[in-house]
């Protein structure tokens, strides 16, 4: 009897072996990430608005669509990757809810104009604005209160009539009407749009007291930024949604009527495909002179990170907008055709700064020196070089401030006036010192600094499955067990992330990350509202930035009175007053620079991407953001 | 005992297995006090750096030096910067750029790198040529250009006052260093990880905590499975039913499922390596619980327990003299098997982001999970998550090795 129960034993032990090893190899396959991954978020997003994540609409997407669409010719088809998470739940230029990045991706940075276009095209290269909708230079009135914007002639919407200063007027007066993302982001601007002719469109700034324009920055933003949409259309989605708000928010728009070179071909939760509409106004003389090179633009939507990756280094993929570790070792280790726009570290233009964030709603931080001590004591070198994999200029090569890498940006303040300030990290001794002398020591002799007699012990977040940062937030907590101050990192899932650092007050996260405003025509004004201003503090659904809720008068002024200053010599010394409140104050430290976009190419299939150094001017903008899209017109299909 | 003990140590697979186990442990406590230090602690400042030896080139520089004139230094040199495939991809660029082909012999060394100073110019844009391609093209000019140009390499140092270059020495390509004189050097036999950590050191304090780990979990899953079968077997009736409820109940569920649950529940901050020890722990031990029942259900009528009985001997006496020794070497085996599905469970739980916090200790599952997350298996960085492959595989096989052993020992059906 014992025999036989041991051998049956033996057995159910060996099935639970082998079931637990077979189990062992399932759960590994599907890495349990959030799609998200190191995608970069939509930054520069200037508004007071929340950006939810609202489920699909109830209604399925129309079955019109024929399925036949699955076989793409692959040399007219241009891929993208690392944008379209999820299935498209819309096409409505007046939602906020599409979540359909390949068509309505609006940003100061550059709106992605595939499907729907702006009045001009931004250049974060240099900065200049390229007409698009637009005719010619718009032109600001004497007292810069009022712009000027003529229509081109030759803009056409997709079914043929054309586009007119009307249009403008009626699209902006719905977004405000309705309350929208881009309505709300530039109410606080723009008082009104008025067309003065059918060519030509007034846009009259909002006045402060003195009678100046409350922020001229933000009107020339709203050029390169704003989806214009057609009068007629939105007429027709007005009144088929009884003018409820909400409704025409929400109204899927599957018949909307675009101006841009590419349609809606075929989208489900597999791919969204783009087709050219080959009677596209912009092939006038006046505009581009031709059409864009690919007749079709299509994104597979991957699970998560890895498979888009795989997919890129098969050649499954042409542009990519992903972050992928030591990507220079796919092209000198492994040989594939794959570049970024620059051929040397760091591989792309970086205009963001990723930063954490204090949470000053909890005593210990509201301590200086806690903040500057564990600032300095962070290891940037080692985020740059391992979290980024060299994909990052270092804090020796461009300081710390507010503003980021660019020229532009860097020339706006005196460097000299806050070298000393200025810190690169790994300063372990000083953060000690600073500690100690603040009278924040150990007492008890357990490791721990206290603080109100409690060991100090933060939090350290960042969402769950975006790479850099988490491996950036173990680097910061690795600098935390040096100086004596604990830190431990917790990574949720990114809804619930940004859920909590957007909330008005919270302690669940000490130190947390969050990217800032890339570039756009109101920077570095905005990063440094988006860094420091008070006026965000006790709103819920913040997604305006200053996350751990600083606060300081001056700067509120200086925030004030930058953008209405016209003198460069004063502009240059209030910008050095913010960067030195900024790093003396310390309510937020950056960890990296990052470019708005990832932007790599695998030239299996086609060639011709913008480079550095190719004389074209055309910005590393995954070939359809702001100016970036000129890419599309420029590439060939390979021999 | 003694007896037992030397037949245990007559089963060859048990030999093997301990064997295995008993040479990683060495290892795993030795080889900290070899190289001592903390094994997260973040040398490189570069990631995934391969294994083997670096020396320093600051001190290498004023290191002694020895002159060697060794026969194919500068054809090593060459080949290292001019492979056979560059060769070929030479001759593409010059052909693709108008030189007639009987012009190009690739073979001629000399003729070549000559032809290729004329006419490679990174300003020209052959049609039809891919920018990876053109880059391929700059970056082999490099090479070249730095591997010809000069024999003698000027180390110069920046004076502080004027920020001109003052030459202090010169580097002659037949100079040698004996990497022994090196004053700083370091021997990194498995690499870096992504975050620039010794791999070998990490991974020996990843395995010491996973097998604590599972030694814990273990532990705590044969001690409620045995606890729980033995009442049940033995009292039987109600408390039967109730406990084998709760078994089953445990059994339906699967136990990842309700591990993941319970560790997501517990949330990161909680989780240290003991708290996951735990965790896993209390999911696992329904089947050693079902087993140890069935044991005890066939030995509670044996005439020694109806004696014990009959002798009014308490139940605890009862359970602990006269059913428990008889089962003993089973649990032993179950203990054996729970510590090693215990440690893949952790390596499981780790791999989804669910184990312990990073920073505080290494495991076995939080480096596999880095170097997928820094896509260490597509990009080749073996040997960030080879070897912790390998010692899982390890550790598992020679604890499932010595309980086959001990099963060949204590089930007569299977002696010898």
Known sequence: MKKRTMKVLALFLSMLLVLGTLSACKSKEPEEKPATSTETPDTSKETETPKKEETPSTEEKATEEPTSTTELPRNETLYFGGQQWGAVNGWNPLGDNNNNAMALSSSGSGSRTVMFETLYMYNFLDGSMTPLLADGDYQWNDNMTEITVKINSAAKWSDGTPVTADDVAYTYETCVKIGNNAGNANKLYIDTITAVDPSTVVIKAVLNEEGKAANPLMLVNFLGSFYIAQKDWIQKVEARNNNDPTAIKNDPGEDVVYSGPYGKYYADDQKVVFIRNDEYWGKDPSMWGKLPTPKYLAHAIYADNAASETAFKAGEIDVNQQFIPNIQDLWLKEGLPISTYIDEPPYGICVNMPTAFYNLDKPVLQEVAVRKAIAIAVDYDAIIANAMTGQSPSFQEVPRSIMNPTEAEQSTYDHEAVKHLQWVGNDIEGANKLLDEAGIVDTNGDGIREYNGENISLVAACPNGWTDWQASMEIVAAAGKNIGIEITTQFPDADTYQTTVTSAKQLDYDIFMMWTDSASPVQPWGRLRYLMSNEFNGLDNNWSGNYGHYSNDRVQELIKLIPTETDPAKLKEYYTEAVEIYLTDIPSFSLMYRPDKFHAVNESVWTGFPEQGDGLNIPPADCTDGYGIAALYHITPIE | ?416
């Open chain 2, 1 to 416: 005992m003694k007896n037992t003990i030397r037949q245990i140590f007559h089963s060859p697979k048990f030999v093997a297995g301990f064997s295995i186990f008993v040479i990683i442990l060495i290892i795993l406590f030795v080889y900290p006090l070899i190289n001592p230090g903390d094994p997260l602690q973040m040398i490189g400042l570069s990631s995934f750096s391969k294994p083997g030896t670096y020396v320093s080139v600051y001190d290498a520089i004023d290191t002694e030096k020895a002159i060697m004139k060794l026969p194919n230094a500068d054809e090593k040199r060459l080949q290292n910067k001019l492979s056979d495939e560059d060769r070929i991809a030479m001759k593409e660029w010059l052909l693709a750029t108008g030189t007639p082909e009987e012009e190009i012999d690739i073979t001629d060394t000399d003729h070549l790198l000559k032809l290729w100073k004329d006419k490679y110019d990174p300003s020209i844009k052959p049609k039809g040529m891919t920018m990876a391609k053109r880059n391929y093209y700059k970056r082999l000019n490099t090479n070249l250009e730095k591997a010809l140009d000069a024999n003698e390499v000027v180390i110069a140092t920046r004076n502080t006052e004027d920020g001109t270059l003052d030459e202090t020495k010169t580097v002659k390509d037949t100079e040698y260093v004996n990497t022994k004189d090196v004053v700083n050097s370091i021997y990194l036999p498995l690499g870096t990880d992504n975050f620039g950590r010794d791999v070998l050191k990490e991974l020996v304090s990843a395995a010491k905590t996973s097998l604590r780990i599972g030694l814990i979990a273990g532990s705590i899953a044969t001690l409620i499975g045995l606890t729980f079968g033995l009442l049940a077997g033995y009292l039987g009736g109600f408390i039967d039913d109730f406990i084998m409820f709760i078994t089953n109940l445990f059994t339906v569920i699967p136990g990842f499922i309700l591990l993941i649950l319970i560790s997501y529940g517990i949330g990161q901050e909680q989780r240290g390596a003991t708290t996951v020890a735990i965790v896993i722990g209390v999911t696992s031990w329904t089947w050693t619980a079902r087993s140890v029942r069935s044991q005890v259900i066939s030995l509670r009528n044996r005439d020694h327990v109806n004696l014990s009985k009959l002798s009014g001997h308490s139940l605890a006496r009862i359970i602990l003299t006269d059913i428990l020794p008889y089962i003993a070497s089973y649990v032993v085996m179950a203990l054996i098997l729970q510590i090693s599905t215990a440690i893949l469970a952790e390596a499981q739980l780790s791999m989804i982001g669910l184990g312990p916090k990073t920073t505080e200790v290494p495991t076995l599952g939080l480096m596999m999970n880095w170097s997928m997350l820094y896509s260490a298996h597509t990009h080749g960085y073996w040997w960030a998550y080879f070897p912790v492959l390998l010692i899982i595989a390890l550790i598992s096989f020679s604890l499932n090795l010595m309980n086959t052993g001990l099963d060949q020992v204590f089930n007569p059906t299977l002696r010898d």
